[in-house]
């Protein structure tokens, strides 16, 4: 394994694009070209927003029965580079594809694509025409996939009511692109546009939600890491749900990930795993406990597939994409949670999610016990006796969006993932309703066989069913050892991407290597200072 050290002075400053999906991170071709030729003007294709009274009376139904909280509506296109948008030729030969659609009124948009494959070299931006938002570049390596069989793919919200999709290709390029936009979604609740005039200081949720980074929220630092916000997409539009990292007994960092199975809008893991669309939205927080008009960075990843879920215990596990791993992405902290699937739930615990797809809250419990009695929900829905946690929480609150949260226990593990509960406001004596991780484990009481891994977690999770509980993990940070340094295997460097190394002192000098086992030693001729810090790669 090839592998480089790189030291970072403490004091470095690193410009992040604020609305980062996993991509490399570098403005739009036509924003800083140096080509003598003027690029030509593109006029809007201007598309005619959706009958509001028609989605009121969607969601007013919607919204009082389990599932996921929509915020866009779908507006179905056919776009492509050959039937749509502006080509031009540049000085140097090479070529840029533009296009720019207009939806008046919309908070915001984001992107479907039926099909999506781009030739190495090439790049694709999304970008706002006031330049405040990019997107990009998307790549080859981003993206998977082939010429002849290119993947569906999406692109995060960009705000306000204009967007603009840029295709660049060099002049070495010969082959041809497949960019196929079938969808543009409508924004038009649950967002907060900052660079429009009715910003709510990103607090779409209820006041007395609890942001993650309050007191509430001190002791649960390292799984708070674990919690998104996720861009579900069906046919009626694009909805947010909560989920979560979840770890498995081989602790390799397998990028599972725990949500609802009422947030699958039709998914299903025997004949319809395909979730290649959804958008995972990490570290969504306020810095603070305090709510900022400052928007938090966007930093997302896009596809996974289904791999397990059941109605039974409302659970689905996703396997994120490879192409869009997380541990590669700026600014993300992974965190993968630890389980306990022996029934018991402890005797306290939290909610980390993402209500009405706000920032990170928390939610605190000391009152989590069985529920005996069957459920029939609205909409029809029927959960067994037995099969679902009851958790009254008497700090911070539950809502729609929070939908595939995790329940936490006082001893650090998933119990449950958030189904349901009353929609009365900030009233702490309501009830809120997990599905339990111990029935999802075996997925007792389905129709399907015993055998059939795609209805249980224990084949992904814990594929030789060796314990009834396991801790979280997460990358390793190294700090403030001196001339002993952890062991760091070869398996947890090519997992992880990168390690922290901060705060280390080497004494008389050292240098970082890696013994032929795959561990990490400290050998002299490469001297470490205080307060600096190493990359290892």
Same mark, same amino acid.
């Given at each position: ?15 992040l694009n604020l609305?980062?999906q996993l ?39 919607n919204?009082q ?5 929509r ?24 070529k840029?594809?533009?296009?720019k659609?207009?939806?008046?009124g919309?908070?915001s ?24 938002q ?12 082939s010429?002849n ?5 999406? #692109? ?40 429009g ?32 916000r ?28 725990? #949500? ?5 809008n ?27 008009? #400052?928007?938090?960075?966007h ?30 992405a ?34 605190? #419990? ?29 700090n ?11 329940l ?5 593990r ?18 809120k ?11 007792s009481?389905t ?13 992904w999770?814990?594929?030789n069913?060796?314990?009834t ?14 001339n002993?340094?952890?062991?760091i ?9 990168d ?39």
């Amino acid at each position: 394994m090839k592998k480089r050290i790189i030291l970072f002075a403490a004091y470095c400053i690193v410009a992040l694009n604020l609305y980062a999906q996993l991509t490399t991170e570098e403005q739009p071709y036509s924003w800083n070209t140096k080509t003598t030729v003027k690029l030509q003007k593109i006029n809007s294709v201007v598309l005619i927003a959706p009958d509001k009274i028609r989605i009121e009376k969607e969601d007013l139904k919607n919204d009082q029965r389990p599932s996921p909280i929509r915020y866009a509506y779908p507006i179905r296109v056919n776009y492509t580079l050959e039937n749509s948008g502006v080509w031009q030729q540049l000085d140097d030969g090479s070529k840029i594809w533009r296009l720019k659609i207009n939806i008046p009124g919309a908070l915001s948009t984001n992107t479907y694509y039926d099909k999506f494959w781009l030739p190495k070299g090439c790049k694709f931006f999304v970008y706002s025409e006031d330049t405040k938002q990019s997107i990009g570049a998307i790549t080859n390596d981003f993206i998977g996939g082939s010429q002849n069989e290119p993947i569906k793919f999406a #692109t995060a919200l960009i705000y306000g009511e204009d967007v603009i999709y840029e295709y660049y290709q060099p002049t070495s390029v010969k082959d041809t692109p497949v960019i196929f936009i079938s969808r543009i979604d409508y924004g038009y609740r649950h967002i907060d546009n900052p660079y429009g005039n009715t910003s709510r200081n990103f607090g779409n949720a209820n006041p007395c939600n609890i942001n993650i980074n309050c007191p509430a929220g001190n002791n649960w630092q390292a799984e708070k890491h674990a919690v998104a916000r996720v861009s579900v997409v069906s046919p009626n539009g694009s909805s947010w749900c909560s989920c979560a990292l979840i770890n498995n007994t081989k602790n390799d960092l397998t990028p599972y990930v725990l #949500t609802a199975n009422h947030c699958l809008n039709g998914l299903d893991a025997i004949d319809n795993n395909n979730a290649s669309q959804w958008t995972f939205y990490w570290e969504y927080e306020h810095s603070g406990c305090v709510n900022s008009s #400052t928007e938090p960075t966007h930093r997302s990843t896009v596809g996974a597939t289904l791999v397990a879920n059941n109605s039974v215990s409302d659970f689905a596990l996703l396997l994120l994409n490879a192409t869009q791993d997380i541990r590669k992405a700026t600014g993300i902290t992974p965190y993968y949670l630890g389980w306990d699937r022996s029934g018991n739930a402890g005797t306290s615990g939290v909610g980390i999610h993402h209500p009405q797809g706000d920032v990170k809250k928390i939610s605190q #419990t000391n009152q989590i016990q069985n529920h005996s009695a069957q459920i029939n929900w609205s909409g029809g829905a029927i959960s067994l006796p037995n099969t679902l946690w009851d958790a009254t929480f008497f700090n911070g609150f539950i809502e729609g969006g929070s939908s595939g949260s995790p329940l936490i226990n006082n001893s650090r593990r998933v119990i449950g993932q958030l189904y349901g509960g009353s929609l009365a406001s900030c009233d702490t004596s309501y009830v809120k309703r997990y599905g339990k991780f111990s029935v999802s484990w075996t997925g007792s009481n389905t129709n399907t066989p015993a055998t059939d891994n795609r209805r249980k977690l224990q084949p992904w999770l814990d594929p030789n069913n060796t314990t009834t509980v396991l801790n979280g993990i997460s990358c390793p940070t190294i700090t403030n050892f001196i001339n002993q340094p952890p062991v760091i295997t070869d398996t947890i460097i090519a997992n992880c991407g990168d390690i922290n190394v901060q705060n280390v002192q080497v004494q008389n000098g050292g240098k970082l290597t890696f013994d032929a086992a795959g561990t990490t030693k400290i050998n002299s001729g490469f001297k470490v200072e205080l307060g600096s810090q190493l990359k290892i790669k």
